[in-house]
């Protein structure tokens, strides 16, 4: 099982609205991923983590705040966004393992911010 | 900074041709995946390449990683619609970060 699920597929708020995003695997990956991904660009790491702790933020601004509750959940959850925040937000998850590095994604969610 | 272009950006052809779409960088990578993604949805893996040298097939599809580990290339036969798709080849950098290509969008046409 190579599966990465997204809720929700999409997804429009407001500018002073709070939302969340959700991405679930359960192949065992101790690493997971967001991505920002703008229409015909390729997707742009935000954050990621590594045995539930953060460790990269891309200089993401603090509007976007991930969490890790535990190995097989990662959520981002959004405050005050703007509109050129509307992208495709991507899940991504891989195991640690050397030499051959894979990442699996999830379908994402469509964010539109009005 | 390590970059990764892609060539052609975009390709449009008939079913049943063949094309190569490539993925060049002047940085080493351990390894380097191809990614396949339609309009909408994630990325979905096709291939990690490892090896200098190594060529792996995938049905009509041949990748190839480039002796160096500094590019790679993507070849299909017989093109079909089904290929449709954007094209990503993404670089390992050894630091829990891919480095992704440009893109190459391409169009297979009946």
């Known amino acids: 099982d190579t599966e990465v699920t997204q809720t929700p597929k999409h997804l429009v708020m407001g500018m002073t609205n709070k939302k969340s995003l959700k991405c679930e695997q359960h192949m065992g990956h101790r690493a997971m991923y967001w991505y920002k991904q703008k229409a015909k660009k390729p997707p742009e790491l935000m954050f990621v983590y590594s045995y539930e702790k953060l460790s990269i933020n891309e200089s993401v601004p603090s509007r976007f705040s991930p969490e890790c509750p535990n190995s097989s959940l990662l959520n981002l959850h959004l405050h005050a966004l703007q509109p050129e925040d509307s992208a495709l937000y991507l899940c991504?998850?891989?195991?640690?393992?050397?030499?051959?590095?894979?990442?699996?994604f999830g379908p994402g969610t469509r964010l539109t911010v009005t | 900074t390590q970059l990764l272009e892609q060539s052609p950006q975009f390709l449009s052809i008939q079913e049943g041709e063949n094309l190569t779409v490539y993925c060049n960088s002047s940085?080493?990578?351990?390894?380097l995946q191809w990614y396949r993604q339609e309009p909408g949805e994630g990325p979905v893996l096709l291939v990690t390449?490892?090896?200098?040298?190594e060529v792996k097939k995938l049905k009509r599809l041949t990748f190839q990683f480039g002796d160096a580990r500094k590019d790679s290339s993507l070849h299909i036969t017989a093109a079909q619609p089904g290929d449709t798709g954007l094209y990503l080849c993404a670089g390992d950098t050894g630091f829990q970060k891919l480095v992704f290509g440009t893109g190459t969008r391409l169009l297979v046409s009946p």
């Open positions: 991504a998850s891989s195991t640690e393992d050397q030499g051959s590095y894979e990442q699996y």
């Open positions: 940085s080493v990578f351990s390894s």
């Open positions: 390449v490892v090896t200098g040298g």
